[in-house]
């Protein structure tokens, strides 16, 4: 394991079927939203899954535990957080199920044939280009900015490679809900599920789940919000089970 993990690097427990994952403090570690966006996408026997942005590789690691899927790839920009995700796909033995790629969102399509994938699956930036950023774009400012991907951008490489009937599963921040289900509709990505999550039942959504399906008719099901925490420090049940403790 030493020659899979460097120095500054630390190796965290997943609490689910003896994952683990390595994650580098000075750069990006992986929040909550990816491990809600993991519980919430489903896959099916046989699914290939694609997660745009993968970042350190959380997503597809996590799935590769909860469901079925053959196989799952994760595309990442950033070299050292791409090879960050393989060296952690290696150090759980899962090589033969999922690859990482290094490379732009925008050019996916390079990498990956038309209609290829039954899932795909991202937890894109938040903020709109350099909102709030006050210098360079790092590691972080990368995974929180749309820096180097739009989410239009995102939706249309989404709807090249996902097949007709696929599922785009996303997270994202409700104050972008309109702009965002406007740019999903325009790439024939219809939203069919949203569930809200909610810090406290008594404070405003701060994320949003969502699952489109490529070509799907208009109905759209608004789920039972999902709380986060019932007491300050305290998970839900629900919380609990989705982390896996």
């Not at 490529?214 to 709380?227: D, F, M, S």
Request: glycine share 6%.
């Amino acid at each position: 394991m030493d020659s899979l993990v460097h120095a500054g690097e630390r190796v965290d427990d997943l609490q689910r079927n003896h994952l683990r994952i390595i994650q580098d403090p000075k750069r990006f570690c992986f929040g909550m939203d990816a491990v809600l966006l993991s519980g919430f996408a489903a896959a099916r026997e046989g699914d290939h899954v694609l997660d745009l942005g993968t970042g350190t590789g959380i997503i597809p690691i996590l799935m590769s535990a909860k469901t079925d899927a053959e196989h799952f790839t994760g595309l990442e920009i950033q070299p050292e957080s791409a090879d960050m995700a393989a060296r952690s796909v290696a150090l759980n033995g899962l090589q033969k199920r999922i690859d990482i790629v290094t490379g732009d969102i925008r050019e996916a399509d390079a990498f990956f044939p038309a209609a290829s994938f039954d899932v795909i699956t991202s937890n894109p930036p938040y903020m709109i280009s350099s909102h709030g950023l006050r210098g360079p774009a790092d590691a972080r400012a990368i995974a929180r900015h749309e820096v180097l991907c739009t989410f239009p951008e995102l939706a249309a490489v989404t709807e090249k490679l996902l097949r007709p009937g696929g599922h785009f599963y996303l997270v994202h921040r409700p104050f972008r809900m309109a702009e965002i289900m406007c740019t999903l509709k325009a790439h024939h990505l219809e939203p069919k599920r949203l569930r809200l999550v909610y810090p406290y039942i008594d404070r405003e959504p701060n994320m949003m789940l969502l699952d489109c399906v490529r070509g799907a008719r208009e109905r759209l099901t608004v789920e039972k919000p999902l709380i986060v925490y019932k007491a300050p420090g305290e998970y839900t049940e629900e919380i609990t089970s989705i982390y896996g403790y």
